[in-house]
């Protein structure tokens, strides 16, 4: 039973528009969140993480969204730009207990 | 930066083989993974590691193995292959406390026939 879900396999979005990504948890005690960014033939990259105190992280293009009562995450990406297709991962893990909960991915296209 | 190195990019084993996979990093991190990769399965935990000669099964370690005698080498041992282990497989590592992400290397793709 996954714990950690991304239920749009692909997203398809314009240069220079908002990106939006979208995760669901089961797990209440998840209390660390984090997305990854994924080309083929490399391993994943750490894109951005947000702990369970806050709602919100920003790194530049790059906003984490922590709905907690929904279970819900969403990672922002504006403006979106070619070179952000890529299938994205979001993960989930319990405070040092060491084991990290991937989501399947969603593949984004960034059309120019 | 954290350099995560799988020894093989690309592999191509057959069946009943013994495979070793291995995985070196370089930051002194006390925890080391084992994932696979599967269409539509995202990433699948097998192993983990916390010390040296400490070990955990993830939620899918059967068919596979691991061993960890030093703190920056973790393997990954399939003691007899089969084509249901065709995938694609990462090896990670990330510090011991508080929160702390994962760092991947790029993976060996493994082809089973």
């Known amino acids: 039973d996954q714990q950690v879900k991304q239920n749009s396999p692909s997203l398809s979005v314009q240069e220079g528009r908002i990106s939006i990504l979208n995760c669901d948890y089961t797990?209440?005690?998840?209390?660390?969140f984090l997305w990854y960014k994924k080309y083929p033939a490399e391993g994943p990259t750490f894109l951005i993480s947000?702990?369970?105190?806050?709602d919100k992280n920003e790194d530049g293009r790059f906003t984490v969204f922590l709905n907690k009562s929904a279970k819900h995450l969403s990672l922002h990406i504006v403006p979106s730009q070619p070179g952000d297709s890529a299938v994205y991962f979001c993960?989930?893990?319990?405070?040092?207990?060491?084991?990290?909960?991937f989501g399947s991915g969603t593949k984004l296209n960034v059309k120019p | 930066d954290v350099k995560v190195t799988q020894s093989s990019r690309y592999l191509v084993k057959r069946t009943g083989e013994k495979v070793f996979l291995e995985c070196v990093q370089d930051?002194?991190?006390?925890?080391m993974f084992w994932y696979r990769q599967d269409p539509g399965l995202g990433l699948r935990l097998i192993y983990f590691?916390?010390?040296?000669?400490?070990?955990e099964k993830g939620d899918i370690p059967e068919g596979y193995s691991v061993s960890r005698e030093k703190k920056e080498r973790f393997s990954l041992i399939l003691e007899s292959a089969s084509t249901n282990q065709t995938s694609m497989y990462l090896c990670?590592?990330?510090?011991?406390?508080?929160?702390?992400?994962?760092?991947f290397g790029n993976g060996t793709r493994l082809t089973v026939t």
């Open positions: 990670a590592s990330s510090q011991h406390v508080g929160h702390s992400p994962l760092h």
């Open positions: 797990n209440s005690m998840f209390d660390y």
């Open positions: 947000i702990s369970s105190i806050k």
């Open positions: 993960a989930a893990a319990v405070y040092n207990f060491n084991k990290f909960y």
């Open positions: 930051m002194d991190h006390e925890n």
């Open positions: 590691s916390y010390d040296v000669k400490m070990k």
